[in-house]
C-alpha cells in the first residue's frame, strides 16, 4: 500500500491508543505455561502478536475468541510438540522470548521469519541458553534455527546488552530449569516480564539491574493490557510539531522503563501532562495530554536508551525541529532492529530535507528546519521507520509518498484510521 501525506493545519481531540506489544507478547506466551485458564482483554491485534497467539496454538494451547478484544487462552496443562515449523513472522520479541521457553522442552521445534527478521541476530538468546545445556541447530545463529528441547540448569548471566528480549528468554528458561537463575544488564530494559511474573505468583527477586528467578509454576490470571507508549509517541510527537494541536491519549501505558521519551521531551521543553494515573493488571497507566511546542535540542545517552530504544526513529523526527544541536548517542542496537533504523531515518529523513548526520551509535540532528517534503519514501520492513516517516510529511512543505506502507500492521493497524480522526 503506496500512500500520500501532506501537510496538516493541527491535531485536536482525544484518542485511545491501542493496546502495548510487549505486554500482549507476554501475556500470550505465559498464559501458555499455565495450567488453567487465562482471560486476555484489550491485547494488541498487530501482526507481531497474531504471530505469537498463532504459535503458542500450535504448541496445544486451546484459543477462544470471546470478541476482538477478549480472548481465553486453555493451555490445557502442558505444551505439545508442534507438527510444523513454527512462523515467527517479522516478529523479534516472538522468536526470542519463545527460545527461552521452547530451549527447555521435552521435544524438538523449528522457528523462522521473514526476510528481516532471517537477517537479525539471535546470538544473543542462543549462547546464554547454551550455557544453561540447551541444543540449537543453527546458520551463522541466524532463523531457521532447530531447538532440541532438553533439560535446563540455571546460570548466573551478566549480559553485555541491556534488552528485554533476551533477559525475558533467560528468565522463562530460568522458570523451567534446575536451580536458580540470574540476569543481570548494565542498565534496566523494559520491566513486563518481571511485573508479570510477579503476577502470576512466579519466584522472582530483583536487586537493581538483577533479576534472580527460581524453578516455578505461573498462575492462571486475567490480564487487561495497557495501551503501548511506543504507539502513542508518534501521536505525541505529531501533536508537539504540528502549530496549534492539542491532544489527550487515553490508556497510555506509563511504566517507568518504558517512558524515556517523556523524559527527553520534557527537557526539550515540551508542554506534556500526565493526568489520571492508575494501575492496570500490574502496569502504570495514564492519560497524557499534549499541546504543540516550541522544542529545544537535547543529548540523549547511556541509561536513557533502553527506555525510548523503539522511539528513536521519531525522536529523530521531533528533534529536526528543535532549535539546536540534537545528539544521540550509545543506541548502537538501533542497527540490529527491523531494519538498520539509524541509516533508515538519516536516509529517508534527509530527503525531507531534514539535517541529519549519523555515527556508529547514533544520529546528529541540526534543527530547527523547515521540512520540504516532495520525495518518495521507503519503509524497509519497519512498522517504526514507516510511522516516523507519516509524522515527518504532516509537517513537510509539499505532500509527501511512502511506499509499502502496509508495515505499519505490525504493530498499529488502526494508525491511519486514529489519525484521521483527529487531524484539522
Ligand atoms: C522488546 C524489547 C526491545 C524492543 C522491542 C520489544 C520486548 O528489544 O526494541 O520492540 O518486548 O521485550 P530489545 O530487548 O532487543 O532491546
Known sequence: MNITVKKINSLNGEIEIPSDKSITHRAFLFSALTKGKCTITNFS??????????????????????????????????LKAPSIPLNCGNSGTTTRLISGILAGQNFNSKLFGDESLSKRPMKRVIAPLELMGANFLHNDFKLPIEIKGTKLKGINY????????????????????????????????RNHTELMFKYMGADIKEEGNKVIVRKSQLNPVDITVNGDISSAAFFITAALIVPNSDIIIRNVGINETRTGILDVYKAMNADIEIINERIISNEKTADIRVKFSNLKSTVIEGDIIPRLIDEIPVIAVAATQA????????AQDLRNKEADRITAIKTELNKLGADIDETQDGLIIKGKTQLTGDCVCECYHDHRIAMSEYVAGLICHNPIKINEFQWVNISFPEFLNLFENIKQ
Not at 528480549?165 to 542498565?187: M, R
Open 45 to 78: 491485534r498487530g501482526e507481531d502478536c497474531l504471530s505469537t497467539l498463532k504459535i503458542i496454538e500450535q504448541l496445544g494451547c486451546n484459543i477462544k475468541h470471546i470478541n476482538p478484544k477478549k480472548i481465553i487462552i486453555d493451555a490445557q496443562n502442558a
Open 158 to 189: 551478566i549480559s553485555p546488552l541491556a534488552s528485554a528480549q533476551v533477559k525475558s528468554c533467560i528468565l522463562l528458561a530460568g522458570l523451567n530449569a534446575d536451580g536458580v537463575t540470574s540476569f543481570t544488564e548494565p542498565y534496566k530494559s
Open 323 to 330: 532549535q539546536g544541536t540534537t545528539i544521540i548517542k550509545n
